[in-house]
């Protein structure tokens, strides 16, 4: 940062902190001399871990967004959201049948929802939210994982809840029965798996293990992809 | 009058998931009497079972933002008719009851719109009908015309439930003395029957942890039914007729000289009436298979 740096006043967890402007609220937390250790991940939006909750001057509304991609803005108040207890029970996903009673029984709390679509503002990935929990109460658990997936679980849907539903959660599950019970099966997974079996490219593994580190980096990126 | 009445159609869940024999009957039905019914491009929960306590504004979110994307179908001239129509009974009486009480109070609409900041506002332009309202509106004497297949001999109990007759200002009908499913009756061929249990409890939600009560109240309009000469009950709400169907298999294991009765979603009458092919009367959906009694009436 050079010397002519405007700097913006934010408040993290309620303290004081001057910061470079148009930095995004983790490059805030570290500018500040925050050593984050939970609460941040990849830094370019894709993992979901840094879930933030913040206010901004003059706004009375709690928003969340993720810490590595939004910008702070000058008297903003900002918390980490680094985790999130969330409802998760147990189950093996042979014994699920792909609709709605599924959820029934695992999240009983989808039947809550009262379509308010707070859930829906507070994504960050500005996903449609209420709608994946209104398409499994509608039995279309296809366009539920269809709709959800972009999630990255980083849990502020079920922060801002007021039934208390764990979407991103339940998001899960649906993608997982799409998955397993849904989704059109590619015959050629079948095939390439038996060939793996067969030890068809055991020689290959074999030889790319012994591999120096430049000659596998060359062979990776010089690789031909067949796109049928 | 509209020759084709084309407008938008509210299912709720119960339509999409057991109960798809009353939805496509009501569909393919509706389309030789007139009525086409154009689902909400974006549609959620109804809202069902309003909360009692004072400030339940927050449980009447679902109902509004229904009417919203009902008025955006109006604005997109996807429907020549600007109401919603609806099937399922208790969505019926929840999202009447909502639109009541938002365009009677504008404080409420207002707070409403206000938490759906960033999205469109209700305008309170939409009216709530049900499929019954709907076919008096054309007149039961025009729908009889169309019938194909008369179902003669065919005695029916006309079951009202309390969806769609309580509170009054929500009622299809009037609340003591209906008459509106007894002339959708007559006006299929069929002959509905007088009795004392039209409008009694069917036990509704307490079939989730209290089976013992909806055995008995179903066990009684059964009876009932069956005493008044009926040979078949039927109804616009999917929870009286799982309490009233599928239940009947409980009463069979207390009772085992109980008689079974079938029971029908009103459209599939209409359905069979207008000679649709059986896969838009969707028979498999029902629990006690109405099957035997249609054969011996000839009607399948």
């Known amino acids: 940062m050079s010397d002519t740096q405007e700097m913006v006043n934010v408040y993290i967890m309620g303290e004081s902190y001057m910061v470079p402007d148009g930095s995004t609220i983790i490059m805030a937390f570290e500018y500040a001399g925050f050593q984050l250790k939970k609460g941040v991940g990849c830094r370019e939006g894709y993992c979901g871990a840094c879930a933030t909750v913040y206010r901004e001057k003059g706004d009375y509304k709690l928003k969340g967004g993720l810490g590595c991609q939004t910008v702070v803005t000058d008297e903003m108040y900002i918390a980490q959201i680094p985790f999130v207890p969330a409802e998760k029970p147990i189950y093996d996903i042979d014994d699920l049948q792909p609709d709605t009673s599924t959820f029934m029984e695992l999240y009983p709390s989808v039947f809550r929802c009262v379509s308010c679509n707070t859930c829906t503002k507070a994504c960050p990935q500005d996903i449609q939210v209420m709608d994946y929990v209104q398409a499994i109460i509608k039995g279309d658990i296809a366009g539920a994982a269809d709709i959800s997936f972009d999630c990255i679980r980083c849990g502020l849907c079920a922060l801002r809840c007021p039934a208390e539903i764990v979407q991103f959660n339940v998001a899960t599950l649906a993608q997982r029965l799409y998955g397993k019970y849904l989704s059109p099966k590619n015959e050629q997974l079948n095939i390439r798996v038996k060939e793996v079996e067969e030890g068809k490219y055991d020689e290959e593994i074999k030889n790319m293990k012994n591999m120096e580190d430049r000659a596998l980096k060359d062979l990776y990126f010089n690789r031909e992809i067949k796109i049928s | ?300």
Request: hydrophobic residues 40%.
């Open chain 2, 1 to 300: 009058m509209k020759d084709n009445i084309k407008i938008p159609y509210f299912p709720g869940c119960t339509l999409k998931t057991t109960a798809k024999n009353f939805e496509i009957s009501a569909i393919e039905a509706g389309k030789k009497i007139g009525i086409e019914m154009v689902e909400l491009p974006k549609w959620n929960c109804c809202g069902v079972v309003s909360s009692l306590t004072s400030d339940d504004l927050m449980k009447h979110m679902a109902p509004i933002r229904n009417f919203v994307h009902a008025e955006e179908m109006g604005e997109q001239g996807l429907v020549n008719d600007k109401r919603m129509l609806i099937l399922c009974s208790m969505c019926f009486n929840t999202m009447k009851s909502s639109n009541k009480r938002v365009k009677g109070n504008s404080e409420d609409m207002k707070s409403i719109n206000d938490f759906m900041y960033l999205e469109k506002d209700y305008e309170g332009t939409v009216d709530v009908v049900h499929y019954f309202e709907l076919m008096k509106e054309i007149g039961f004497d025009k729908i009889a015309e169309k019938i194909t297949k008369p179902l003669k001999d065919l005695k029916i109990a006309s079951y009202y439930g309390c969806m769609l007759l309580r509170p009054k200002d929500i009622a299809i009908d009037d609340t003591e003395a209906p008459t509106i499913i007894e002339d959708f009756v007559s006006s299929v061929g069929a002959e509905p029957i007088a009795w004392d249990a039209m409008s009694r409890c069917c036990g509704s939600y307490h079939t989730v942890n209290n089976t013992d009560i909806v055995v008995n109240l179903a066990k009684g309009i059964i009876e009932n039914a069956r005493k008044s000469g009926a040979e078949a009950i039927i109804t616009s709400c999917p929870l009286c007729a799982f309490n009233l169907d599928n239940r009947q298999k409980l009463i069979l294991e207390k009772d085992p000289n109980f008689k079974t009765m079938p029971v029908f979603y009103f459209t599939q009458l209409l359905a069979i009436a207008l000679g649709l092919e059986e896969e838009f009367i969707g028979l498999d959906g029902n629990y006690i298979d109405p099957r035997p009694l249609l054969k011996e009436k000839n009607l399948i």
